[in-house]
């Protein structure tokens, strides 16, 4: 089923807009513009411009334009669990802070299912904004058996779904669960916020097809840089 033109041009523009590619304060093309740009019509186009402003990563002021605002990154938590994914959750840089091997007791994250002696990958990186502050804390967990040689791959860059694809491995099914928590000291100093302060805590399971663990993970962002959101299209406009 084709991806109806609307949301294909404004997940063009939301993806630039999260990279920093279109840092706040930038001006988004016109109506007629993006009408002549991507050779679609008006009601497409005002559309596009209308839902990225629904979502708060523009403002239109009549006369004037689009812009980008000044607000804290909007991300869609369904990118968290979709096992098709091919690029990283919450765009931008990321930096591993530590990639060990350790009895899946001492993973940092609940495994259900996975034996607690259990050889896993754990792996812990900072994810950084376009200006370079830290916003979010991500460990995953992934059994050694499932990957023995995922630490030769440039962790810095890699998103797990993309890269059991790659290696052919079943990932079937992901599920998040949102955890409201006060934060801990270690991650608290790494966001550079106060210990104890209230946050969300996305935590992911990922099955494969046969019903096993195939990672475990959670990702602490900071409140006031990131914003999350839910979104489904149900019904696309007649004209796109």
Known sequence: ??????????????????????????RLPTEAALQAQYSIG??????????????GMVERHRRRGTFVTEGARQENLLRFVNPALRGPEIPGRHAVESATVVPARDAGVSMPGIAEDTPVHRLRRLKYDPEDSVIAVELSAI??????????????????????????????????????????????????????????????????TDGKLAEAR???????????????????????
């Open 218 to 240: 959670w990702d602490i962002s900071r409140p006031d840089l990131v914003e999350f959101f839910l979104e489904q299209t149900v019904q696309p406009p007649a004209d796109s």
């Open 42 to 55: 008006r009601a497409t186009a005002q559309r596009v411009l209308t839902e990225l402003a629904q979502a």
């Open 1 to 26: 089923m084709a991806v109806p033109a609307y949301l294909r041009i404004r997940n063009e523009f939301e993806q630039q807009i999260r990279s920093g590619a279109l840092p706040p304060g930038s």
């Open 143 to 208: 059994p050694f058996a499932l990957a023995p040689r995922l630490q030769e791959e440039d962790l810095d860059h890699l998103t797990t779904h993309d890269y059991f694809a790659r290696l052919g491995v079943p990932a079937a099914k992901s599920r998040i669960y949102i955890d409201p928590i006060a934060l801990d000291a270690e991650t608290a100093t790494r966001l550079r916020v106060p210990e104890g302060q209230a946050v969300i805590r996305l935590r992911r399971l990922t099955w494969l």
